[in-house]
């Protein structure tokens, strides 16, 4: 069991990583989701992987498996769960309002920070 | 009394919630209403500084649980004045943002007492995983706020701002996950017990977790190479968010100081020093990336963020000298450069509204109005940041110099200070000689909207800060001397949180 939590994590922060790093937003956003998915299911492993062993005190029971790591990762989900949200409604308004999905800064170079200035036709989409 | 420690996080939460589900219709209100609630928060801010002067820190357990099991507030020294500068700042925010800047989008205020709500947490919070949700709620209030006004630009900074911050958040999972899974606690008296006596095997995991969780604070505070994420922010995002954003970075530093000062001190075995190879040398690239930053600097903003860089490389130098000295010196930055860094920005975006569509692009213009005015407030603010005499920046840079004479480093950290200082007043003197002398021919831009008189106020206000700060240098560095001494106190604090039969059993299981 160890050895398949252990790849899962590691697996899944390798694909998250690679896809952070790359230049358009889609993929950076599933990037983040696969990165929250390895950390919590990390998190859920630091207080041992134990298998069958309840959490609350319960009578006749003398082994228990650690309960604070899961409401940590309770907590963990809801958070990233509304980033996520979050993340996708910003890359979204800033497609189209750009016309653009890079995730770089370099497309809005030409641009200038003087909203009142900005030019009425969104630039054309450049050649990835 | 003791109750008095959780209002910093309540009273803007609660007024956050009023003003989205009272007055969400009216802007007037809720100006009153923000105002109204951010100078009670100094208010509540200065009476906890009062009640924590005695040098004894207060727990304050929510739900009354027992401390390493409940959720704890922690009050001392640093935790208050920290709230004090960031209760005094947001003030000094909000009264400029309701000059017209919360009217160019919705929910301003909202958003900024949520953010207060954050920030004021993060500085009380006893517990490394609720520093963590305190750093959320923080962030996610600043992604708001950031983006508040709207524009292209904007958002594309935002989702990169985003991005590197939820990378940051997940790192600090596993640090906080890597520490459990060892010491098996993450309440900070707690941990401040049993890191060293964490089985010898499973040092370097603790270590490891120690070392990731630097790593987040060294992005929240903009620390090379994990600075790039501020310059682009800072500039895009509206002149009093950056302002309020000054206090952001030094959340990061507060960070450092209380888990590597007080919680991972000098006693604390394996981890004693864990972070301190890595600081000064990092800082030292901050200070001459910020410098050289500046150089290449084409608007003022760009300069400002350079500059708050570089002082975030002389604040972190400190912080990495570290002892009794340099923490002193590191909580005077710290005061310094929050509000010399906030006035310029707010001094950026007044020169800015008054050259039109130049905007604060570095090029000769017409001269603006109120001119000498504003030319000589943005001469005191540079001569602030830069550290000249006799701002309150030449006094803090003088602690920090004579703080790190003992380290080993102290030639570099001398050498490259001072060359980089000069390099940092040439960038400033190239840019307002060309803002300010370099005027051509011409009437200046006309006001577009009545003027006001309050924004330049504040701006002003904040200038008058950082010379008051160095006027009453003395008093205040006693004050700080005595925060810094309570910080490195691990076992008072400890005694505090956990009571006194916590520290008895010095020997391993």
């Known amino acids: ?128 | 009394m003791t109750d008095l420690i959780a209002l910093p996080t309540v009273l803007p939460a609660m007024t956050a919630a009023f003003l989205l589900l009272a007055v969400r219709h009216d802007l007037t209100r809720q100006r009153f209403v923000s105002v109204a609630a951010t100078a009670a928060l100094l208010v509540v801010a200065i009476a906890l500084y009062l009640v924590a002067s005695d040098g004894e820190p207060r727990p304050y357990f929510l739900g009354d649980w027992p401390a390493p099991f409940g959720i704890v507030l922690v009050l001392d020294r640093l935790s208050a004045t920290m709230l004090v500068l960031a209760a005094a700042l947001a003030l000094c925010v909000v009264l400029y943002a309701v000059a017209g800047w919360d009217a160019r989008g919705r929910h301003f205020h909202a958003l900024f007492q949520f953010q207060l709500l954050g920030i004021n947490g993060a500085f009380l919070t006893g517990d490394v995983f609720n520093l963590f949700v305190f750093f959320e709620v923080m962030l996610i209030a600043s992604y708001g706020l950031m983006l508040h006004g709207g524009g292209a630009r904007r958002l594309q900074a935002g989702f990169q701002y985003v991005t590197i911050n939820l990378v940051a958040s997940t790192l600090f999972l596993f640090a906080v996950g890597l520490i459990y899974a060892v010491t098996g606690t993450l309440n900070m008296a707690d941990l401040a017990v049993k890191a060293p006596r964490a089985n010898p095997a499973d040092a370097a995991l603790l270590r490891t977790g120690a070392l990731l969780l630097f790593l987040v604070f060294a992005i929240k505070a903009a620390l090379v190479p994990l600075h790039w994420w501020l310059p682009a922010t800072y500039a895009a995002a509206s002149a009093p968010v950056a302002a309020l954003f000054a206090i952001m970075t030094k959340v990061g530093a507060y960070a450092m100081l209380r888990v590597y000062g007080t919680v991972l001190g000098a006693d604390a075995g394996p981890l004693a020093g864990v972070a301190g190879p890595w600081i000064v040398p990092a800082a030292l690239a901050t200070v001459a990336l910020g410098a050289i930053g500046m150089l290449a600097s084409r608007t003022l903003l760009d300069l400002v963020c350079f500059a708050i860089i570089g002082s975030m490389g002389m604040l972190l130098i400190a912080i990495g000298v570290s002892g009794p000295a340099g923490v002193t010196a590191a909580l005077y930055y710290i005061v310094h450069s929050t509000v010399a860094g906030a006035a310029l920005f707010l001094l950026v975006d007044l020169i800015a509204e008054r050259r039109g569509r130049l905007l604060d692009r570095l090029v000769p213009a017409p001269a603006i109005r109120q001119h000498n005015l504003l030319g000589g407030l943005f001469l005191l603010g540079a001569m602030a940041i830069v550290g000249l005499p006799p701002l309150s920046g030449f006094i803090g840079k003088l602690m920090i110099l004579d703080a790190s004479r003992a380290n080993a480093g102290a030639p570099w950290i001398w050498s490259i200070v001072l060359g980089m200082t000069l390099l940092m007043i040439v960038g400033f003197a190239r840019a307002g000689s060309t803002v300010f002398w370099k005027t051509e021919a011409g009437a200046p831009v006309e006001a577009r909207h009545r003027e006001r008189k309050l924004p330049l106020a504040v701006a002003g206000l904040l200038i008058g800060a950082t010379a008051a700060l160095a006027a009453f240098g003395g008093p205040v560095t006693l004050a700080l001397q005595k925060t810094a001494e309570q910080t490195l106190d691990t076992a008072g604090y400890v005694r505090a949180v956990l009571g006194p039969a916590a520290l008895l059993p010095k020997a391993r299981p």
């Open chain 1, 1 to 128: 069991m160890e050895l398949l939590v252990a790849s899962a994590i590691g697996l899944m922060t390798a694909v998250g990583v690679y896809l952070m790093l790359r230049l358009t937003t889609f993929p950076v956003v599933i990037g983040l989701g696969f990165l929250s998915y390895a950390v919590n299911l990390y998190l859920l492993t630091m207080g041992r992987l134990t298998v069958d062993r309840p959490p609350i005190i319960t009578s006749g029971i003398d082994a228990y498996s650690d309960p604070l790591p899961q409401a940590l990762v309770l907590t963990a989900i809801v958070i990233s769960f509304g980033m996520t949200a979050l993340i996708v409604v910003i890359a979204l308004r800033g497609f189209l309002e750009t016309g653009s999905d890079r995730a770089d800064l370099e497309a809005s170079a030409a641009e200038d920070a003087d909203a009142d200035h900005r030019t009425a036709a969104p630039p054309p989409e450049r050649a990835r």
